[in-house]
């Protein structure tokens, strides 16, 4: 492996674990073995390796929601896949992170907002349209607002003012928010099919 990509891997994993503040670059360079020097003859700074890390996090993002689409049976199911990919990432996330984005690292948070309300929303959208192609989701709904509203939800999960971390999963978070936005979506048939899936997540 390139010693770019070794840099960039053994942040992420320091960021997760720890937050994003609280590690330094002596921490990334004794984790790597190598000489802080050995850094920056790659990246100019901190804020530069947080940004490239996010930028590569939010494209394997994307990649997996695509991927989710073309294998998922139905919009349903789509959800269904892509809160099981949040829990994978919730498992080996440090709350804080998304608290040290969005305070000390403008730059990136940006750039993660603008990815939110472009690719995110696209993806929101085309669920919400295809779910009530199908029938699975009420034809009345506004598909401009409750896109929207899901994906603000994201945000919303890691909110250490509502949801403190220490009293709160940020998984289960995100789950009784998909509970609560799906049964308000779904038709009948759609409600039949979404109870199927939630008994097939608790086996």
């Known amino acids: 492996m390139e010693v770019r990509e070794r840099i960039l891997k053994a942040a992420e994993e320091l960021f997760m674990k720890f937050g994003i503040r609280s590690v330094t670059m ?3 360079a ?3 073995g190598i000489s ?3 850094i920056y003859l790659h990246f100019e700074d901190k804020d530069a390796i947080v940004h490239e890390v996010a930028t590569i996090i939010m494209a394997c993002d994307q990649i ?3 991927r989710i689409y073309e294998i998922a049976e139905n919009p349903i199911d789509e959800v269904f896949r892509e809160i099981e990919m949040f829990k994978n ?3 080996a ?3 804080v992170v998304v608290y040290d984005l969005k305070k000390y690292y403008p730059k990136t948070w940006q750039l993660f907002q603008q990815h939110k309300q472009t690719i995110f929303l696209e993806l929101a959208k085309r ?3 295809e779910g009530i192609e199908q029938g699975l989701y009420r034809s009345e709904i506004n598909i401009e607002i409750l896109s929207r509203l899901r994906i603000e939800e994201i945000d919303f ?3 250490q003012s509502i949801f403190p971390h220490e009293k709160f999963n940020q998984f289960d978070v995100q789950k009784a928010f998909i509970d609560h936005f799906l049964r308000g979506i779904v038709t009948e048939r759609g409600l039949e099919i979404y109870h199927k899936y939630t008994k097939t997540a608790q086996n």
């Open 26 to 28: 002596d921490e990334i």
């Open 30 to 32: 004794s984790e790597l």
């Open 36 to 38: 802080k020097k050995t």
């Open 64 to 66: 997996e929601s695509n």
């Open 89 to 91: 990432h919730a498992a």
């Open 93 to 95: 996330l440090n709350p």
């Open 127 to 129: 669920n919400l349209k």
């Open 157 to 159: 999960t890691f909110d």
